[in-house]
C-alpha cells in the first residue's frame, strides 16, 4: 500500500470558493465605482453646459454655419479664388440676406404684434364654441369638489414671482446679443477661411502613417455628412416656410411673408416646433377670419404639409443613415431646450444629428448611433 502525502494548505491560502467571491467583490466594487464616477462625470458635463451657455451657444452656432457654408467656399476655391477672400465672400452674401431679411419683416412684424391686443375680443368671440363645453366642465367640476369638502378652509393667499416678459428679455441683452452676433460671424469666417488647418494638426500628433490616413478619412467624411445633412435639412425647411407664405399670399392673408419666414426658422424643431406654428396659424385665421372653421383652414394645411414632408422628402433626401429616431429628437429638443432655451430647441436636431455621424465612425461609439437610428 503506498503513501500518501497530503500537503496541508499554507497559512493564509483561501478555498477557491472563497478567492472566487473575492475576486468577484472586488470587480463588482470597481465597478460600482466607475459607473459613480461615469454619472457624476455626466452630471459635471450637463452643468457646465447649462452655465456656460452664453460662451457655448455662440460657437455651436458658428461651427455649424462653416460646415453648412464650406461646400460654397470650396467651390469658390476650385475657381482659382484664395481660401479667405472666398470665405469673405461667403460671409458677406450671408450677412446682407440676414439683415435685409430681419429689416424686411422687422416693421410687418411690429404692426402685427400692435394690433394683436385689439384683436383679442374677436379671437375669443370664435372660440366660444371650444370654451362654453370647457366652462361647463370646469364649473361642474368646482360644485363636486365643493361638495366633497368636509370643512371650510380658508383660502391661502397665492404668491407669484413673475418673469420679465420676452421683449424685455430682448431688449435688456441687447448689448449680450450683439456680441453673441459678433462672436458668431468672426468665429465663423476664421473657420470657413482657416479651411483644413485644424485637421492638419491633428495629424501631425499621430504618430503612424497608417492612422494619419485613416484619421483624415473620418473626419473628412464627417465634415462631408454634417455639411450635407445642414444643407439638406436648411433647403427643406425654407422649401416649407416658402409655401407657407405663398400659401398666405393665395389666402389673401397679409404679411404672408412673415408667416413663411417664421414656419422655416421654428422648422428646425420638427415636433414642438409643428406645434408652436400650429397653434401661431390657428392665431392668425382667427383673427383674418371671420368664423372657427375658416380659420382652422391654413393650420390644417400646414399639418398635412408637414406630414408630407417628414414622412417622404425627408426620407428621400437624408436616406435611411441620416435619418433620427422620432423618440431620440424629441428627448434632444427637451434636453438642449432645458439647457439653452429656444436657441437649444433650434439646436437640437442638428447637433443631434451631427453626434449621430460622428459617433458611426468610430467602433466603440456605433451603439449610440445605432440607438439614434429609426
Known sequence: MSD???????????????????????????SGRSFALTGIFVLMVFYTIYFAA???????????????FSPFVDRLEALRLPRPIAAALIMLAFIVTLASTIITLAGPAQDWL???????????????????????????????ENAAELSEK???QKV????????????????????????????????????????????????????????VEIMRSIQRDISYYLSAVTMINLGLGASVGLLCYAMGI????????????LAFAPYVGSVAIIALLTLVGMIEYDTFAQAMILPTIFLLMSATVQSVIVPFVLGRRLLLSPVAIFLAIILWG??????????????LASIKI???????????AEFLTP
Open 160 to 215: 407669484e414671482i413673475q418673469r420679465p416678459g420676452i421683449l424685455e428679455d430682448i431688449f435688456s441683452g441687447t448689448q449680450r446679443f450683439i456680441a453673441s452676433v459678433g462672436v458668431i460671424m468672426i468665429l465663423t469666417f476664421s473657420l470657413l477661411a482657416s479651411g483644413d488647418l485644424i485637421l492638419r494638426k491633428l495629424v501631425t500628433v499621430i504618430p503612424t502613417l497608417e492612422d494619419k490616413r485613416r484619421a
Open 254 to 265: 397679409p404679411n404672408a411673408a412673415l408667416w413663411g419666414a417664421v414656419v422655416a426658422v
Open 114 to 144: 400692435a394690433r394683436l391686443p385689439a384683436n383679442f375680443k374677436s379671437v375669443e368671440q370664435k372660440l366660444q364654441i371650444i370654451k362654453k363645453p370647457l366652462q361647463e366642465f370646469q364649473k361642474a367640476t368646482e360644485q363636486i
Open 154 to 156: 380658508p383660502r391661502r
Open 4 to 30: 500518501v502525502t497530503v500537503t496541508p494548505p499554507a497559512e493564509g491560502d483561501k478555498p477557491a470558493g472563497d478567492l472566487d467571491s473575492f475576486i468577484e467583490s472586488v470587480t463588482g466594487a470597481r
Open 358 to 368: 460622428i459617433c458611426e465612425r468610430f467602433r466603440p461609439l456605433r451603439p449610440v
Open 54 to 68: 452664453p460662451v457655448l451657444i455662440p460657437i455651436t452656432v458658428a461651427f455649424l454655419l462653416s460646415m453648412l
Open 338 to 351: 432645458w439647457m439653452w432655451g429656444i436657441v437649444g430647441a433650434l439646436l437640437a436636431v442638428p447637433l
